[in-house]
């Protein structure tokens, strides 16, 4: 069994919102969730809808390749210098949860070498549905399932659908070929979250990632408050 150490010792890193420097550091978004389930094109359409904007910079975990950062660079979705691979080795969750050295090296470097940023996604590597990112690591976290994944993923609970910030269902437009109901989904999602927000999305659609784009900038807001 693996334990959040992030609220014993000292203060996690991130609490502090400013460099050494004085400058404000980036907000940093985490992305978990179910392998496939839409993380990388999440990243690379909150890319697409926010770097006119916006500073940004991304680190990928990969499990044993740097597939997910190749993607995106083949995706010319940020220019290469602002996309970081780290490799977890065989479990992903400890990289975002446990042993977040690597991470943090990373994102500290992306502020160093192509800073001031605004915005920083650090996706995780292939999880299962308890893998969260720690408070060290991350000032907000984004956990994305998909309809296909089966629709009794909302009722089944865990850190992710539970606690994250928001939660993403997503390519609801397969939705009517793997059977999967919405307004179940939906309903589950709420029992287990209360109030925290959950965002319905495909991004086959038009619409595709704007309303988390949406709550991105209103994060963004509340950061540089
Ligand atoms: N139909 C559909 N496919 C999607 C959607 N979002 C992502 N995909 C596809 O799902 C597959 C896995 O997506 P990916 O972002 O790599 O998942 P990750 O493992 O969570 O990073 C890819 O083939 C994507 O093109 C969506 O909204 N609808
Ligand atoms: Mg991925």
């Not at 992305?31 to 999440?42: E, I, N, Q």
């Not at 619409?207 to 709550?215: D, F, Q």
Request: hydrophobic share 40%; net charge negative; proline share 5%.
């Amino acid at each position: 069994m693996h334990l959040d150490h992030s609220h014993d010792g000292p203060a996690p890193v991130s609490a502090d919102a400013h460099r050494p420097d004085g400058r404000r550091r980036a907000l940093r978004v985490g992305l978990g969730g179910p392998v496939g389930s839409g993380k990388t094109a999440t990243v690379a359409a909150l890319c697409r809808a926010l770097r006119d904007q916006l500073s940004i910079a991304v680190v990928t975990n990969d499990i044993y390749t740097r597939e997910d950062a190749a993607f995106l660079l083949r995706n010319a979705v940020l220019p290469p210098e602002r996309i970081q691979a780290v490799e977890t080795g065989a479990c992903p969750h400890t990289a975002i949860r446990d042993d977040i050295s690597a991470n943090l090296e990373a994102v500290e470097d992306l502020e160093d070498t192509v800073g001031p940023l605004d915005l920083i996604l650090v996706e995780s590597g292939g999880d299962n549905l308890t893998a969260t990112f720690s408070k060290g690591l991350v000032d907000a976290q984004i956990f994305v399932i998909d309809v296909a994944g089966g629709d009794d993923i909302p009722r089944k609970g865990g850190p992710g659908v539970t606690t994250a910030d928001l939660l993403v269902v997503n390519k609801t437009d397969l939705a009517p070929y793997v059977g999967s109901d919405l307004a179940r989904m939906a309903g589950d999602a709420k029992e287990q979250r209360g109030e925290l927000p959950v965002v319905f999305q495909s991004l086959r659609s038009d619409e595709g990632v704007a309303r988390v784009a949406g709550w991105v900038r209103e994060q963004l807001a509340a950061w540089a408050a």
